[in-house]
């Protein structure tokens, strides 16, 4: 929400900060996210929670995943590429170039529960390596 433009897009888009080390403020901004979300909006959820320095995916964080099964909401992966070369975490300036993005089936949720989260996020984190591939390549 700090940096400019990407900050005041998030607020137009309404969009719902998570407070990364504060896990009391975390849990409200994903109830606030719930609640969207049975009001009929549509949530964006970045798992990896920060971008990494060499452009390789992280661990996805459980929050998001918690809460597509309290809610039952079908996850959507989609799949970047291109991204990294175009700015990378720590690069200030754009560098010109090709990002594709693709869109993969929805996994539906109410299929996992607590105790299967850790299956859930792997099924997720699986798409969207295979979405993340250079379809020029493929």
């Not at 998001?64 to 309290?70: D, E, K, Q, R």
Request: glycine share 8%; with cysteine.
């Amino acid at each position: 929400f700090k940096i400019p433009l990407f900050g005041w897009m998030a607020k137009k888009f309404k969009a719902i900060p998570i407070e990364r080390g504060n896990i009391k403020s975390s849990i409200k901004s994903l109830k606030e996210a719930e609640k969207r979300l049975g009001e009929g909006y549509h949530i964006c959820v970045l798992p990896e929670g920060t971008r990494s320095l060499d452009g390789k995916m992280l661990e996805f964080k459980k929050g998001g995943f918690h809460m597509a099964i309290n809610t039952k909401a079908p996850v959507l992966p989609v799949g970047i590429s291109g991204a990294f070369e175009y700015k990378p975490k720590n690069r200030w300036y754009l560098r010109p170039g090709s990002v594709q993005i693709n869109i993969g089936e929805p996994i539906d949720a109410s299929l996992y529960s607590v105790e299967s989260i850790q299956d859930l996020i792997n099924a997720t984190y699986q798409n969207i390596c295979l979405l993340s591939k250079d379809m020029n390549d493929v």
